[in-house]
């Protein structure tokens, strides 16, 4: 969806400017959640009791424990970057930060808040892990001389309500989505090493088999509970899937000097990790995007040009870059629908829920 309330791309030069970025409340900018946490109490996973169990025990191995230790040349690398580049790096960092941070904040406001076991510990896992990625990138931040202060974002950043239903639709598609990217990335620079103009980008492989994990975690909620996959919920998937999916074509289209220095062209990439998101979520949903279908790439190009437009006309202001922004709105809101109502791909729900970490 384009932007109208994105504020104007601008320098990413002091703490000031991080926090800002991280507090953002756009359509494109991740956000908090909080939701019906007695709700979440009453989930029964019953149904796919074997594989949970044997999910916990994973959970439990936690084998990611030595992963996240930063090395001498993470302070090195970050000075050699050219100016446009650590722009684009930065935004990708602070992007990044508050996703992860945003999963830890829930994870926990649901442990906290539930006495069912299950979910409890589950939820005690995945904050561990969540809280981990946040503080790795922070610690990148710090070499640029940025940090972010995770406790006074917690404080004071926008929580949006969600539905149950609704986080487990939108988390589950933002971890898988999460280890599609950051394996494709991994992948690519483990061809071209070249072009590995930062160490963190070495850790992404055991780091996305966390959010691979974390997906899994939802997967069996929602199989265990599969009112959740049927009837008019189905609409709700629909939803998700292109929500998700839009915005990050979107945002990866303004990171063009990012993707060009890993040697990835934003088009592909994202309809990489668009192909390994939807394959994998057959595990759980019934239908996906068909996102070959020449109208759902057409319509994802027009939703970055008037994002595009958007900014230009942020950047105007005044009375006639209001008009233009309104007017870019209704198109964007317009695109939006038709990309909803394409034709999708059904498929039939597998047996055996989980699935590996195989791409
Ligand atoms: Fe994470
Ligand atoms: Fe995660």
Redesign the pocket.
Known sequence: MPDPYAPARSAIASAEDVSRRAHANTLLSPKFYSTDYAAMDRLDVGAVRAEWDTMMKEYEGDNNIDHFQRTPEFAAEALRLPDALRQEFLDFLISSITS?FS?CVLYNEIRKNVENPDIKQLMTYMTR??SR?AGFINQSLKDFGLGVDLGGLKRTKAYTYFKPKYIFYATYLSEKI?YARYITIFRQLEQHPDKRFHPIFKWFERWCN??FRHGESFALIMRANPKLLTGLNVWWIRFFQLAVYATMYVRDHTRPQLHQAMGLDPETYDYTVFRITSEISKQVFPITPDIDHPAFRRGLERLFEISTAMSAAKARGGLLGGLRRAGLAVAGVATFARLYLLPVQRHDLPAQIRMAPAW
């Open positions: 992860e999963g892990d969540e990625h999460g966390d959010e």
